[in-house]
């Protein structure tokens, strides 16, 4: 062995020995995420989740609106000694675990709730009629806390930075794309988010490389005619036979438009038009939304919408106005897995949970506003799966219906403090040389 390769030798000895064994990439590299299982699922970190989850729930706001979430989540992370930005997208919060210094890994949660009546009686039901956390935001917070109690009881082993993000808006609001123009994510290599699943069972996960959930626009169109008697017709131009006529066309778009193996979605959701039995209205507002796997198709929908509502109200003689709502609704891009993070993805949840735990997914039309985070830098998203065998079937998401099994808890504050750490720990090259410990001790 010459010379150099004595060296290194030497440098890689005292890499690896100056690291800390709960961190160490050598013999313990699968001690890393089981011991975060574990330390997730004791109860002062357990109970911890569970009664932040429920105070959440019981207030549920809407996009932009979570003031007393946002203040919630300040005052526990005050509590926990970490530091954080604030306001950042209104009520969002960034907040930072570790040296400060790069590199940067992020993890994110959805605050907000939605505006639907909460059906399930239990004693922590939402206290504000109308709203209702029905897609587990209120979970996402509480996991993510969670993470950061586990993350901060480490924080000096920890090989870099974790960036907390909690973000404002997710249904419909955008307010990931709020947060990435805030500047955010600028020195940050790489983002994981999560969302619960009634549909895998409970310490089981699910996600895939590559494309996973669809791009999402909305849209709205008024459909004006001249109302009159129904019984006279012919002196009205009726916009409910013609709205009819537009969302059958609509339905074409999909059927006879698009490529059958490119996956797409026109859906009318809301038809909203007349005030009695015997009157033809003056005037029909509909809206929907359209959902496709690449930019072309999605652009290629958007333009036909607009034509086709158009163009086929005009065969009835009404006018019609299509408004994309972009304002309020900024269209969502494809949430797109990167392929390396899919790969750290399958052995920190292989090792946390057993490799036959970790399930591929097929792609959903749903869609995540975690994709704007994708535009920018690698990210990953993934389901954690919180069906219990034993217990009732639970609801799908925005059901009034739907409940969170609070067991999934610690899966998901394990998952996002073992993603982060080990993610950290891979990319040591991230680090500039100046400020790396490695540098001086040579
Ligand atoms: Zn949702
Ligand atoms: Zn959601």
Not at 12 to 28: E, G, K, N, Q, Y
Not at 51 to 58: F, P, Q
Not at 249 to 274: I, Y
Not at 275 to 304: M, Y
């Amino acid at each position: 062995m010459n010379f150099f390769n004595w060296l290194s030798l030497f440098i890689v000895f005292h890499v690896f020995a100056a690291t800390p064994r709960i961190f160490s990439l050598t013999d313990s590299s699968t001690q890393l995420p089981v011991n975060f299982l574990d330390a997730a699922k004791k109860p002062e970190v357990f109970d911890y989740m569970v009664r932040i989850r429920r105070k959440i729930h019981e207030n549920p706001e809407l996009g932009y609106e979570e003031f007393e979430t946002s203040k919630l989540i300040r005052a526990e992370l005050d509590q926990l000694g970490i530091p954080y930005k604030h306001p950042v997208a209104i009520t969002g919060i960034i907040g930072f675990i570790g040296t400060g210094r790069s590199p940067f890994v992020a993890i994110r949660a959805d605050m907000d709730a939605l505006p639907m009546q909460e059906m399930v009686e239990w004693e922590h039901k939402s206290k504000v009629p109308g709203k209702m956390h029905g897609c587990g935001h209120d979970a996402h917070v509480a996991m993510l806390l969670g993470a950061a109690k586990i993350l901060k009881h480490h924080e000096k082993e920890i090989q870099g930075t974790v960036v907390l993000v909690f973000q404002p808006a997710e249904e419909g609001g955008g307010g990931a794309k709020r947060i990435v123009e805030a500047g955010t994510l600028e020195n940050v290599s790489a983002i994981f988010g999560l969302h619960v699943s009634p549909n895998f069972p409970l310490g089981e996960v699910g996600s895939r490389s590559g494309p996973m959930l669809a791009g999402n626009g909305f849209f709205e169109a008024i459909i004006r005619g001249k109302g009159g008697h129904a019984a006279i017709p012919q002196q009205s131009i009726d916009p409910i036979l013609a709205t009819s006529n537009v969302i059958i066309s609509l339905q074409n778009l999909v059927s006879r438009e698009a490529d059958p193996l490119d996956s797409q979605v026109v859906t009318v959701g809301k038809f909203q038009g007349g005030s009695a039995f015997n009157i033809i209205p003056d005037s029909v507002t509909i809206g929907g939304t359209f959902r496709a796997f690449s930019k072309e198709s999605f652009q290629q929908l958007r333009h036909r919408i607009e034509q086709v509502v158009i163009a086929q109200a005009a065969v009835q003689r009404c006018n019609a106005t299509v408004n994309f709502l972009q304002e309020q609704n900024p269209f969502f891009p494809v949430t797109i897995n990167d392929g390396d993070l899919h790969e750290h993805f399958r052995s920190v949840a292989g090792s946390l949970l057993g490799v036959n735990k970790v399930n591929n997914m097929q792609p959903l039309m749903g869609a995540e506003d975690f994709s704007f985070y994708q535009e920018v830098i690698p990210g990953y998203f993934f389901m954690v799966g919180m069906q219990n065998a034993s217990h009732e079937k639970l609801e799908q998401v925005h059901s009034p219906y739907f409940k969170v099994n609070e067991d999934v808890l610690p899966y998901g504050a394990a998952l996002h403090a073992s993603l982060a750490v080990s993610y950290l720990l891979k990319h040591p090259q991230d680090i500039a040389p100046a400020e790396g410990k490695y540098h001086d001790e040579l």
